[in-house]
């Protein structure tokens, strides 16, 4: 059963830059399957953000581009999500996934609600 | 990008009634297009994907149907615990992206 975890601090300072760590037990990510971040502002939908293969390739929301690194560490199993100079409109809950297929479900963490705030 | 656009925006039906949730895509998806229900304070939860594949678990009163760029989502007689809001994606190409949202009250 693939579970995934999002960690991270609930409160960073606008400016500053947003890290979260997913750690995933119940498959290992270096075996297949896209993996990403999607969030959710406060009573908005739902927006994707960015997704990696683990053999390197990534697809990045054209809106986050040029602040946004998702990066993977095969060894601890992890997904890594670095968003830079956040504002208060970054505040959302982020969900760490395992990206859907038309042959795989995928899965969602439980998210992470993460404040900009000074 | 592919924009979803899902109607109506909110409804309100009684228990029992017949429920459908339009959801029509920019270009085609193929059947790459999945469904999700959202309670308030909860993940979102899958219901559909392959536009008509049922998730493990889901109750048979769900079904979704459509390809290319028009789907539907069906609740054949709706519950209470059925009220939430829900999302339409589509998973065909990059970058992924989703509907703006039905919210689904009672009557």
């Known amino acids: 059963q693939v579970q995934l975890q999002e960690s991270g601090p609930g409160l960073v300072k606008p400016s500053e830059t947003l890290s979260l760590t997913c750690s995933v037990s119940?498959?290992?990510?270096?075996?297949?399957?896209?993996w990403g971040w999607i969030r959710q502002s406060p009573g908005k939908g739902l927006e994707w953000i960015a997704s990696m293969f683990h053999r390197g390739n990534t697809h990045y929301n054209p809106a986050f581009q040029s602040r946004v690194t998702i990066s993977v560490d095969t060894s601890k199993n992890q997904l890594s999500l670095t968003l830079r100079s956040v504002t208060a409109a970054d505040t959302a809950i982020y969900y760490c996934?395992?990206?859907?297929?038309?042959?795989?479900?995928?899965?969602w963490g439980q998210g992470i609600l993460v404040t900009v705030s000074s | 990008d592919i924009v979803l656009t899902q109607s109506p925006a909110n409804l309100a039906e009684s228990p029992g009634d017949r429920v459908t949730l339009s959801c029509r895509t920019s270009q085609s998806v193929s059947n790459n297009l999945a469904w999700y229900q959202q309670k308030p304070g909860q993940a979102p939860r899958l219901l559909i994907y392959g536009a008509s594949t049922g998730a493990t678990g889901i109750p048979a009163r769900f079904s979704g149907s459509g390809s290319g760029t028009e789907f539907t989502l069906t609740i054949i007689s709706l519950q209470s615990e059925d009220v939430g809001v829900y999302y339409c994606?589509?998973?065909?190409?990059?970058?992924?992206?989703f509907g703006g949202g039905t919210k689904v009250e009672l009557k």
């Open positions: 994606q589509q998973y065909n190409n990059w970058p992924l992206t």
């Open positions: 996934v395992k990206v859907l297929t038309s042959y795989d479900p995928g899965n």
């Open positions: 119940g498959y290992s990510i270096s075996t297949n399957f896209y």
